[in-house]
């Protein structure tokens, strides 16, 4: 069974920065295309970056295109969501997601349980 932990969520001032760790066990971690999704309090969960398997073809929403960098060590199964320039708006709960396809879909099989990022203006 693939496992996902997160870490390194916390409080933050606006501008500040942050950098999540997602660590996988269970299978054969470069097999999958990893992403970073956020669920704020009353809001939907939203896409917030993925990256292929080979640590190429990184893809970001629009709200943190230039802010946030993902990035992946095969060696160490471990996925990475640096997050600088943070915003109020950042607040959340981040969850890391794992799907064994080259592709990361809307509906990935595999999650964390969430770290929580608050941002304090």
């Known amino acids: 069974q693939v496992q996902l932990v997160e870490s390194g969520g916390g409080l933050v001032q606006a501008g500040g920065s942050l950098k999540l760790s997602c660590v996988v066990s269970g299978d054969t971690f470069s097999m999958y295309t990893m992403g970073w999704f956020r669920q704020a309090p009353g809001e939907e969960r939203e896409f917030v970056a993925s990256?292929?398997?080979?640590?190429?073809?990184?893809y970001y929403a629009n709200s943190v295109k230039g802010r946030f960098t993902i990035s992946r060590d095969n060696a160490k199964n471990t996925v990475y969501l640096q997050m600088n320039r943070l915003k109020p708006e950042d607040t959340a709960v981040y969850s890391c997601?794992?799907?064994?396809?080259?592709?990361?879909?809307?509906?990935?099989?595999?999650w964390g349980q969430g770290t929580q990022v608050t941002v304090s203006s």
């Open positions: 990256i292929g398997r080979s640590g190429s073809g990184a």
């Open positions: 997601a794992a799907e064994r396809r080259s592709v990361l879909t809307t509906t990935p099989p595999f």
